[in-house]
């Protein structure tokens, strides 16, 4: 996303070195966390450094996260053959989506060939030769194929040890033309795939919340999305930076396919906990709008991945939502949910309008919603 010059001042001025040029010099490689790495750089540059006092808590805080605890696993095997199964998914779904905002899904439907293939592809795309790359790299967040390090670099107080593309694959999907050969079929298969999976998932909050199973599909939940891959380079100096910053997701839900390296961990009663890699599984979290229109009821939930020594690692995210794309749709709490007992705690919105002011703030280390909070909560 382009940042003026005066948001680049701004941030060059808190600093005891010329970081605009610095960040500038990084932008203008195109080769991104990588391409330092693929260049053996043994010392990480300061603007990835969290020495700004406002990441205080990222570099206090235990990275190791904790093993003693654990996101909910549910399988959604026989779902729809099985009412009485169905009904426990439903509940351990509700219990998850209120207390820790994150659980992760096995027998979810999409076969695990698909899974290995699409993390092959976010692997090659990053392999590719530079100079291949080079031509995808943009700061345009309309192009059909955003390729970039740190949609946030010129805005943000410490950049993030990692490199992302993203497209927009729902509702207009994009001209295959316009995606890179070496990930473009497998882009387009897996998002089929996770568009049916995000159709189940919401049914199944639906049921969750107390609502008809159609109610979240119905009210356009499930009607955009965007596929990011993101690309964490082995860095020399882990201790010194974060792969993404503390944030939570701008969205309704978010489906993630992690590799085996790990590094996702969750803010769960102030603690970081660890969501471990399991073979099969995606995970799940709770979008910033989904505990708007259930009006807290589900929980958004600040997570984080930590930079390792290990790598490259890759992800997958999966964000249902029609992001920046034009819609002029209301998301405010829903009727059914609210009472005079438990009154609306947040303004309506339109998709648009939460996703352009998140992103405008970058990954600052604070959630979005109370800026659409209704006075008085």
Not at 196 to 224: Q, R, Y
């Amino acid at each position: 996303m382009e940042v003026s010059e005066s948001s680049e001042v701004s941030v060059t001025r808190k600093f005891e070195y010329d970081r605009g040029s610095e960040l500038k010099a990084f932008d203008d490689t195109k080769d991104g966390v990588k391409g330092l790495v693929d260049a053996g750089v043994t010392n990480i540059p300061r603007i990835f450094h969290l020495s700004n006092p406002l990441y205080q808590s990222e570099r206090d805080s235990d990275s190791s996260g904790s093993t003693q605890l654990s996101v909910h696993l549910v399988d959604l095997v026989d779902i729809g053959e099985d009412p009485a199964r169905r009904k426990v998914v439903v509940e351990n779904i509700r219990e998850a989506s209120e207390t820790w905002g994150f659980f992760q899904v096995v027998n979810h439907g999409i076969p695990v060939s698909i899974l290995e293939e699409m993390k092959k592809g976010v692997h090659g795309f990053y392999e590719q030769d530079p100079e291949v790359k080079r031509e995808l790299y943009t700061r345009d967040p309309l192009r059909p194929f955003v390729y970039n390090s740190n949609y946030d670099l010129y805005s943000s107080l410490a950049a993030n040890w990692r490199d992302t593309f993203y497209c927009f694959m729902a509702p207009h999907p994009p001209n295959p033309q316009d995606l890179p050969s070496v990930c473009r079929d497998i882009l387009l298969e897996y998002s089929k795939e996770v568009m049916k999976l995000g159709s189940v998932l919401f049914e199944l909050l639906s049921e969750a919340l107390g609502l008809n199973p159609n109610h979240l599909n119905d009210i356009g939940c499930n009607e955009g999305l965007v596929l990011v891959g993101h690309c964490y380079p082995p860095c020399p100096e882990p201790e010194l930076t974060i792969g993404a910053t503390k944030h939570t997701d701008n969205d309704f839900i978010t489906v993630l396919l992690q590799d085996h390296i790990g590094g996702l961990q969750i803010l769960h009663e102030n603690r970081w906990v660890d969501v471990s890699p399991v073979p099969g599984a995606l995970v799940i979290n709770i979008g910033d709008l989904l505990q708007l229109i259930t009006n807290d009821k589900f929980k958004s939930v600040e997570h984080r991945v930590v930079a390792n020594r290990l790598g490259p690692r890759v992800s997958v995210a999966s964000f249902f939502s029609t992001s920046f794309q034009p819609s002029s749709k209301l998301y405010g709490p829903i009727k059914n949910l609210v009472s005079e007992d438990n009154p609306p705690k947040y303004r309506e919105t339109t998709v648009q309008e939460y996703v352009t002011y998140s992103m405008a703030r970058g990954l600052d280390d604070t959630s979005p919603l109370p800026h659409f909070r209704i006075k008085n909560f």
